[in-house]
């Protein structure tokens, strides 16, 4: 069980890292001396010396320090902090810019209806794609799914960029993705799964390591900024040259592939 899986690990988190402050140390100590943190924490958890309702109060205390880590860019990406990730034939003059957060609902069934004809339109040049990652939705509902999901898909994407496609579009199969009130997406274990189901992925040790290790998880914090960023207020949000793409309300994104040819056809002509 990776620390980030464990409240009692969770618990010791926030603790080192008020120790750790006090002595101005590094925050990397803090990554290497949770696990046997963890166990003499879950031992007094198990003897009652914990209550419930101290590790719920902490349960934050991992992602707010994950704040201070050391940031690891994955493979294709740019930008200063590798937020930019631009994946396409590089002689596609338009971009699709595709905003989502992996707990979202909507998301997948945006992937499972429309996901196949992006993919494919992608393929031939029609349009590159930037993706941008949200994590929202663990703030709205409570958890760390997103943020958790978001690191996992830096670990695909410094794979390679058809190992992030695959995944994050294994990610949103009604097979894998979790009502967004689950939270099931901050299990590592589960995540692994998922990307048993990925050629590239599967069995990869390096992946896994990362996944386990939260070696992106503060790029995805870093990652998720650039929606607040943009004003964007709910996802699944597609936009093109500045304008955003809707489906037959006008309001929201398009969710049939006849709704997405529509407003595709009308952006590139316009």
């Known amino acids: 069980?990776?620390?980030?899986?464990?409240?009692?690990?969770?618990?010791?988190?926030?603790?080192r890292l008020r120790q750790e402050r006090e002595r101005q140390a590094k925050r990397d100590k803090v990554r290497r001396q949770l696990i046997v943190a963890a166990s003499v924490v879950g031992v007094l958890a198990a003897a009652g010396g914990i209550g419930w309702a101290?590790?719920?109060?902490?349960?934050p205390a991992y992602w707010e320090a994950a704040k201070d880590d050391r940031l690891v860019k994955p493979a294709n990406t740019t930008g200063k902090d590798g937020t930019t990730i631009v994946i396409g034939k590089s002689s596609a003059k338009k971009t699709l810019v595709m905003y989502e957060d992996p707990r979202c609902p909507v998301c997948a069934t945006f992937e499972q209806a429309v996901?196949?004809?992006?993919?494919?339109d992608l393929d031939a040049g029609k349009f590159k794609?930037?993706?941008?990652?949200?994590?929202?939705?663990?703030?709205?509902l409570t958890g760390e799914g997103s943020k958790n999901a978001l690191s996992a898909l830096g670990a695909a994407l410094n794979v390679s960029p058809e190992a992030f496609l695959e995944y994050k579009s294994a990610?949103?199969?009604?097979?894998?993705?979790?009502a967004e009130t689950t939270d099931e997406f901050k299990d590592?274990?589960?995540?692994?799964?998922?990307a048993d189901t990925v050629p590239a992925l599967k069995g990869n040790a390096a992946f896994q390591k990362a996944v386990k290790e939260g070696t992106y998880d503060r790029w995805a914090l870093e990652e998720s900024k650039i929606f607040e960023k943009d004003g964007i207020s709910g996802t699944p949000t597609l936009k093109m040259d500045g304008k955003t793409l809707t489906g037959a309300d006008g309001k929201t994104a398009p969710m049939s592939v006849a709704e997405f040819n529509t407003a595709l056809d009308g952006v590139l002509k316009g």
């Open 54 to 59: 101290v590790v719920q109060a902490n349960k």
């Open 115 to 120: 996901g196949p004809t992006v993919k494919k």
């Open 1 to 15: 069980m990776s620390k980030r899986n464990s409240q009692a690990a969770k618990t010791a988190a926030r603790e």
């Open 129 to 140: 794609i930037q993706y941008v990652g949200a994590t929202f939705l663990d703030r709205n």
């Open 171 to 178: 990610m949103y199969a009604k097979k894998w993705h979790p």
């Open 188 to 194: 590592d274990a589960y995540l692994i799964k998922i």
